[in-house]
């Protein structure tokens, strides 16, 4: 053998050597593989496949007092087909019928439907859309369709649920109903009742495995859910749809016609503190009003001369002096530390009592009365304050409340004009609710309550908690204060500065208030005026106490509190105690209505032949609806006004033990 032929096999064993220890570097790496490094391969394959997902649990219901729906989940659905997913002989055989019952449901022609279907088997289109925003009722029914009703793996379909949050009565007290979401900063917003009693509404996320089957697309991998999710429960509030109808309509029309930037009105329940009404109403750029702000809670500022309750319960309970005392009102200014308080009046009242001057809304009597009764002491007053808990806040359960601020002689803002300044409702602040609940604790005897918006958690038909009455003061002063500022506040009705509300039909009692805001700069540098109503009803056994607050109203057409919030005030009492159906003559009895008796008899037909399974209610009224399933034993949530347009169950489904039907109407 030559030297080149010794070469040359030198090479070729060397080449062979480095051949057969890559091969045996290969088989370490993937023995290694499989046996060491396996399991984390295989995750990491899967997760890129597969993934676990939460799965949404149904929200809890938001109910009225009475009953009424105020907020509910709704699923809304989405179906796509996986046109890869049926064998050829399925899709041959059911494509057509797919695409007439789709023609059918959506009114697309069933040849479109037809060649969409088939291109998307061609182009292996695993995501193919079919149609969004379907009803649960809807849904059902293209499930049921040829080829889908095969299933997932078998049919291709493939489903997507969305619960979306509706409010059925539409947008009235819907900033006090609330929400809870996701900001654009990823922060938590918790807002009204839906954000305060979240923990108790969210239910239960389940979680269900899901496919990438396309990029950014994942579909479920079965129909049944890995972990079922466990619904919230309901909250009852304390909302009187009707008391609530009436405010926010009252609140609007007033807002209107004095082209008004914002107000509120606040209802409560003179003995448990429950809020049977809030409207929150703030001007658009279109002129319309629609809740965006919660007012009564959230904005605290000087509230003026509704602020001469607790300056005159102070004074009485202090024994600085008498309702009978008579104070020269000094032409209508007064003089303190080279500031003057002025009435309203121009030359002021003359020489009259502090129960008059009260009634008349006197700045020049009150603040006479406090300066004169604490000068030497103005820590006494503030002392008092204090004690009534107007220097602390509420706590109400939805968030956003604002502090109160009450002036204390050790702060380094205190000056010698604070004292006289508070007489008569300036260099303090209180928010509406805050406000509202010390009237509402004058028209209770002293009993200082908590204002509740929430006064049951329930599933289904079980008690989980309830809200009862909880008590912050148990008397803010003695019943004797109370027996002479009631009969004062009745007197600003009858004979006082809110004498145009007066009716003999009902009685009324209250404080009217005209606070100036933003007042350091003058007229010209954004001041403006608040006018307010605050008081109760009925005046000699109250049982709902009231707040008005309009901000900002058109000064051209009157500012004052009696003439802007005061009307609002007085049609709440009126509507609740005067305009009822027994006052109202009912005539022509006798007369037949034609569509009613066909109303009637239509409604007498389905109610004779429904046995056991679910009726057909399409195109009925929705009181008719309810009534019929109602006394099927099903539980009925409504959504929307007039006749039914949609229901959840379909007709022909037996009837089970409490189960629930919505009922779309329009």
Known sequence: MGVEDKKTSYRIYLVAFMIFMMAILVSVKLTNIQWVEGDYYRKLAEDRTVKNVPLKANRGNVYSSDGSLLATSIPHYTVRFDAMAPSKEDFGQHAEGLADSLSVMFGRPAGEYYNELRKARNTKNRYFFIAKGLSYTEYLRVKSFPLFSLGAFKGGVITEQKIVREHPIGRIAERTIGYERTGHSGENLEVGIEGAFAKYLNGKDGRRMMQKIAKNQWKPISDVDQVEPVDGFDVVSTIDVYIQDIAHHALVKQLEYYEADHGCVVVMETKTGYVRAISNLGRNTDGTYSETVNYAVWESQEPGSTFKLPALVALLEDKKVDTSKVFDCHGGVVNYFGRQVEDSKKGGYGKISLARGFELSSNTVLVQAVYEGYKDNPKQFVDRLNGFGLNKKLGVSLKGEASPRIPQPEDKTWSRL????????????????????????????????????????????????????????????????????????????????????????????????????????????????????????????????????????????????????????????????????????????????????????????????VKDTIPNTIGMSGMDAVALLGNMGLKVQVIGMGKVKKQSLAPGHSVAKDQTIILELS
């Open 418 to 609: 604070s004292l006289p300044w508070m007489g008569f409702g300036y260099g303090l602040s209180l928010t509406p609710l805050q406000t509202l609940t010390f009237y509402n604790a004058i028209a209770n005897n002293g009993e200082m309550v908590k204002p509740l918006f929430v006064q049951e958690i329930k599933e289904r038909d079980r008690l989980i908690k309830k809200f009862g009455k909880e008590v912050i003061n148990p008397k803010v002063c003695s019943q004797e204060t109370i027996d002479q500022v009631k009969a004062i506040m009745e007197n600003v009705v009858k004979k006082g500065t809110g004498s145009k509300l007066y009716s003999p039909n009902f009685s009324m009692a209250g404080k009217t208030g005209t606070a100036q805001v933003n007042y350091g700069g003058g007229k010209g540098d954004g001041m403006y005026y608040a006018s307010s109503f605050a008081g109760y009803f009925p005046a000699d056994d109250p049982e709902y106490s009231c707040i008005v607050i309009i901000h900002k109203p058109h000064v051209g057409k009157g500012y004052y509190g009696a003439d802007v919030s005061g009307p609002v005030f007085k049609r709440i009492a009126q509507k609740i105690y005067t305009d009822v159906p027994s006052t109202n003559e009912v005539k022509k009895l006798d007369k037949e209505l034609k569509k009613q008796e066909v109303l009637y008899a239509a409604y007498y037909d389905k109610q004779s032949k």
